[in-house]
C-alpha cells in the first residue's frame, strides 16, 4: 500500500515539474509547479510527519507559489515563451553536472550506509511538539538568525513600496500637481 | 468521547465516509442556493422562488437541470486546458478539506458491520490540513482568471490572489490563540476540551469574530466577494464560464462555506458534546446550520466593501489585533 503510494507521488512528482521545466507557456510551468508542490507534501504524510506535510502545502501551496502566479499577472500568459539559448551545449553541461553533484551529495550517506536518524520519533510526543523542541533547542540560533532577516526583509519591502505612499494615485487632481511623477510616468 | 471504545477504522468505512461527504454535501451546496434565496428575499421583503414545486422547492432541480444543459463554452483564445481544470481544483481542495473535519456523527452500518468514522481521516494536524487546503484553494479563481484571457478574469484572479493571501494570515492568527490553550491541533482535542460545557468562545471572543470576518474573505463571501463583483468586474473570475463548469465553483464555494463552519463550531462552539437533552450530532448541525444562516445574514446586512477597504481592514486592523490577541493569551496562560 506504502509503495504503490510512495510511486504515485513519485512519478506525477517527477511528471510535474518536468512540465514546469519544459513547458514554453507561463501557466502550464506554474500550475504543474504548484501540483508537484502538492505532491511532495504526499510524501511528508508517507513518512508521518504530518506537520511538516501540512507547513509545506501551506507554505509552498499557499504562499510562495501564489506571490509566483501574482508577479505572472503581469505577462501574457496565454502566449509561448520564446527562451533565448546562446549556447546550449554549455548549458547542458553545466546543469548535468550539477544534477550529477546532487545526486552524489544525496546518495553518498546512503551508499556509505551511515544514515541515522539524529532526533526519532519519540512515542506520545506529537509531530508539532517534535520539530519545536529541536527548533528552540539545538536550533535556536539559526532560528532566530531567520526570523531576523525576514524582519530585515520586511523592513526593506516597506520602504521601496511605500515611497510616495501618502499621494493617491486615484484621488489626486492633476491639475494641481503637475510635478507628481507617478501621475506623469502613468500618462 | 473515550477513544478506546471506538471500533476500529477500516478502509471500507473510509471510502463510504468520503462517498457520504461527497454526495451530502454537494446536495447540501444546491440546497443551500435555495436556502440563501429563500433567507435573502425573507430579510429584504421579498417572496424568493416560488414557482416551481411547493414554495419554490424545485427550483433546485430546475437549476440542476439548466447548469448540467447548458452548453459548455471554451472561450477560442483561452488557454483551454488550465480553463478546465480550474473548476476542478476549486470543488476537489473544497471536499479534500472537508476530509479532516468532522461531519456528522459517527455510526456502524448494520449487517455488515463496518463502521464509518466522523472524521474520514483523522489526521492529527487536523486544522492546519483544513487551512492548508483552504488555501490551495486559491488556484481555482486564480488559474481562472488567468486562463481565460479577459481583462475582468485577470482583475478577478488579482483580487484572489491578494485577498486569499492576506485573509488566511488571519486566519491562521486568529486560530493559533486557541489552539495554544488547547495545546494541540487535532478536531478531536478541540472538542474534548470543551467537554465540561465551557464555550471556547467564552475565552477567546477577539479571535471567533477575527475567524469569522477572516473566513468570509475566504469563502468569497458577500461583503467580501470582490473576486466576482458584478458591479465593477462584471463576474471577475467566472465570467467567462458557462454551465457545469460554473457550477462547480459554487458548489466549492458552499462546501468552503460548510467548512468554515465546522471549524467555527468545533473550535469555538464546543463541538459536538452533549448540551441539556441535546445529543452531540444534533447540536453540530445546528451549529453548523446556524453559522450558515449567519453567513446569509451578514450577507443581506452588508454592502460590499471596496478592495483598499478590504486590504486596510485585513492589515492595519484585523492582523494586529489578532497578534495582540494571541500575546495576551500567551502573557494571561505564562501567569495562570
Known amino acids: 500500500m506504502e509503495a504503490i503510494a510512495f510511486y504515485v507521488f513519485a512519478i506525477s512528482t517527477v511528471i510535474l515539474f518536468g512540465i514546469t521545466a519544459l513547458s514554453k507557456n507561463v501557466l502550464y510551468a506554474m500550475t504543474s509547479l504548484a501540483a508537484g508542490m502538492v505532491m511532495i507534501s504526499g510524501f511528508f504524510f508517507l513518512l508521518g510527519a504530518d506537520f511538516l506535510g501540512v507547513v509545506q502545502l501551506i507554505v509552498y501551496v499557499g504562499a510562495v507559489m501564489a506571490l509566483y502566479s501574482f ?19 554549455l548549458v547542458f553541461l553545466l546543469g548535468g553536472l550539477m544534477a550529477l553533484v546532487f545526486v552524489v551529495i544525496f546518495s553518498a550517506p546512503i551508499i556509505g550506509e551511515n544514515m541515522e536518524a539524529l532526533y526519532p520519533i519519540v512515542d506520545g510526543v506529537g509531530n508539532a511538539q517534535a520539530v519545536g523542541m529541536v527548533l528552540f533547542t539545538k536550533y535556536l540560533v539559526p532560528f532566530e538568525v531567520a526570523a531576523i532577516m525576514l524582519l530585515v526583509a520586511m523592513i526593506a519591502g516597506i520602504i521601496l513600496a511605500g515611497k510616495k505612499m501618502d499621494k493617491s494615485l486615484t484621488t489626486t487632481v492633476i491639475e494641481e500637481n503637475p510635478e507628481d511623477e507617478i501621475l506623469k510616468e502613468s500618462r | 468521547m473515550d477513544a478506546t471504545i471506538l471500533p476500529e477504522v477500516t478502509a471500507a468505512g473510509v471510502i463510504i465516509k468520503a462517498i457520504l461527504i461527497l454526495a451530502v454535501i454537494s446536495a447540501i451546496a444546491g440546497f443551500g442556493t435555495y436556502i440563501e434565496r429563500k433567507v435573502l428575499a425573507f430579510m429584504q421583503r421579498r417572496l424568493g422562488p416560488q414557482h416551481v414545486g411547493p414554495y419554490g422547492l424545485l427550483q433546485l432541480a430546475a437549476d440542476g437541470i439548466k447548469l448540467f444543459t447548458k452548453e459548455d463554452i471554451i472561450p477560442q483564445h483561452a488557454n483551454k486546458i ?29 449487517f455488515v458491520d463496518v463502521y464509518v468514522p466522523s472524521i474520514a481521516s483523522d489526521v492529527n494536524v487536523g486544522i492546519l490540513f483544513v487551512l492548508g487546503m483552504m488555501a ?9 482568471g488567468m486562463a481565460q484571457s479577459n481583462k475582468w478574469g485577470i482583475i478577478g484572479s488579482a483580487r484572489t490572489a491578494v485577498q486569499f493571501l492576506s485573509y488566511e494570515v488571519v486566519t491562521g492568527l486568529s486560530l493559533l490563540a486557541p489552539i495554544m490553550m488547547v495545546g494541540s491541533l487535532s478536531f478531536v482535542d478541540f472538542n474534548n476540551y470543551q467537554s465540561d460545557g465551557t464555550w471556547l468562545v467564552v475565552y477567546q471572543p477577539v479571535a471567533f469574530i477575527l475567524f469569522l470576518i477572516a473566513g468570509y474573505a475566504e469563502t468569497n463571501r458577500t461583503p467580501f466577494d470582490l473576486l466576482e463583483h458584478e458591479a465593477e468586474i462584471v463576474s471577475g473570475y467566472v465570467t467567462e464560464y458557462s454551465g457545469m463548469r460554473w457550477g462547480m465553483f459554487f458548489i466549492g464555494e458552499y462546501a468552503n462555506m460548510i467548512t468554515i463552519g465546522v471549524i467555527a463550531s468545533v473550535v469555538f462552539l ?51 489585533l489578532a497578534v495582540i490577541n494571541v500575546v495576551i493569551t500567551g502573557i494571561v496562560m505564562m501567569i495562570g
Not at chain 2, 82 to 93: D, G, H, S, W
Not at chain 2, 94 to 100: Q, R, S, T
Not at chain 2, 136 to 144: C, D, E, F, N, S
Request: hydrophobic share 60%; charged share 10%; aromatic share 18%.
Open chain 2, 136 to 144: 490551495a484553494g486559491l488556484y481555482g479563481p486564480l488559474l481562472a
Open chain 2, 270 to 320: 464546543g463541538g459536538y458534546n452533549d448540551f441539556w437533552i441535546f445529543p452531540g450530532w444534533l447540536m453540530i448541525l445546528g451549529k453548523i446550520a446556524f453559522s450558515f444562516f449567519f453567513m446569509l445574514w451578514v450577507r443581506a446586512a452588508w454592502p460590499h466593501v471596496r478592495p483598499d477597504q478590504l486590504m486596510w481592514l485585513c492589515w492595519k486592523v484585523l492582523m494586529p
Open chain 2, 82 to 110: 488550465i480553463f478546465m481544470i480550474a473548476p476542478i481544483i476549486t470543488a476537489a481542495t473544497a471536499f479534500i478539506a472537508l476530509a479532516a473535519v468532522p461531519v456528522f456523527p459517527d455510526f456502524t452500518i448494520p
Open chain 1, 71 to 89: 508577479a505572472m499577472m503581469f505577462f501574457d500568459a496565454t502566449k509561448d515563451i520564446k527562451e533565448k539559448h546562446g549556447n546550449p551545449a
